[in-house]
C-alpha cells in the first residue's frame, strides 16, 4: 500500500491555519480513475488524526465503490483495527437518497441513514464511512444530494472532514458536494503529463460555485517541489 505520510505535514500546511472553534471539511477529488485521489484522501486523514489528536471523519463519497474501509481494515499493523459499526449521521440527515424507499413490516419506510455506517480506526480519533451496498434491493439506486445539511451537522462532532469523492469521469458527485466544502484539492497522478481534464475539472468546481485550493500531483517528492500548487492547470 502507497505510504504518503512525509508529503502530508507539507499538504497541511499549504491549506493554511484552521478557524478557531470551527470544523474543516476538505474534498479530494481526480479527473480520472486511477489518479490516487483515495490514497491521498485516506492519508491525509490519518496524518491529521494522528498529528493533533482531533476527531477525523473520512467520508467515502464512492458510494458503489467504497474503497477506504476495506484499505483500513486491510493494514491494521499501521492504521490498527476497525471498531464495530456505529452511525454516520450524528443528528439524522444523510448526504444520499435510496428510491425507491425500502418498507418495513409496519409499512414505513426504512430511514436512508440506515444505509451507512461509520468504524472508529485503531481506537483512534479517526472515523471512516461504509455504505451498506448489501442493503440495497433490487431496483433502488442511490444518488448523492446537493444538500448540506449533513455536512453542517457533522462539523459538529469532528474537527476536520475528509471526502474521498469519485472520479469525475465516473460519478458527478464529487461537484454534487463541492460547494459545501472548505477546500477541494485536485489530485494527479505525476507521470500524468496530459492535464487538461483536471483543468476542466478545476473550471467544473469553481463553476459549482466551490473552492478549489490547488492540485497536488500524488507520487512526486522532488526536493524543492509545491506539493499543492494553486492557479497553475
Not at 502507497?2 to 470551527?22: C, F, I, K, N, Y
Not at 433502488?140 to 474537527?159: F, I, M, N, T
Not at 475539472?201 to 469553481?206: E, F, K, Q, S, T
Amino acid at each position: 500500500m502507497e505510504d504518503l505520510s512525509a508529503e502530508m505535514p507539507e499538504l497541511w500546511g499549504s491549506l493554511g491555519p484552521p478557524t478557531a472553534g470551527r470544523a474543516r471539511v476538505f474534498e479530494f477529488i481526480a479527473a480520472r480513475s486511477g489518479e490516487g485521489a483515495s490514497t491521498v484522501a485516506r492519508e491525509f486523514a490519518f496524518y491529521a488524526a494522528g498529528a493533533f489528536g482531533v476527531r477525523v471523519w473520512l467520508v467515502d463519497l464512492d458510494l458503489m465503490a467504497q474503497s477506504q474501509a476495506v484499505s483500513l481494515a486491510a493494514d491494521p499493523v499501521r492504521f490498527g483495527t476497525l471498531g464495530p459499526p456505529a452511525a454516520a449521521t450524528p443528528s439524522g440527515p444523510v448526504f444520499f437518497k435510496v428510491q425507491p424507499p425500502l418498507r418495513g413490516a409496519d409499512g414505513r419506510p426504512w430511514p436512508d441513514a440506515r444505509y451507512i455506517n461509520a468504524y472508529c480506526v485503531g481506537g483512534s480519533q479517526l472515523w471512516v464511512t461504509e455504505f451498506r451496498r448489501d442493503a440495497l434491493k433490487a431496483r433502488q439506486a442511490v444518488h448523492v444530494l446537493p444538500v448540506g445539511e449533513y455536512w453542517s451537522a457533522l462539523r459538529r462532532h469532528a474537527d476536520v472532514i475528509v471526502v474521498d469523492a469519485p472520479a469525475r469521469e465516473r460519478s458527478q458527485a464529487g461537484l454534487t458536494v463541492a460547494p459545501f466544502m472548505d477546500e477541494v484539492i485536485l489530485v494527479v497522478a505525476a507521470d500524468q503529463a496530459d492535464v487538461r481534464a483536471s483543468s476542466q475539472l478545476r473550471d467544473a468546481v469553481i463553476e459549482a460555485g466551490a473552492r478549489c485550493a490547488g492540485l497536488f500531483c500524488n507520487r512526486l517528492a522532488p526536493a524543492g517541489s509545491d506539493f499543492l500548487r494553486r492557479g497553475r492547470l
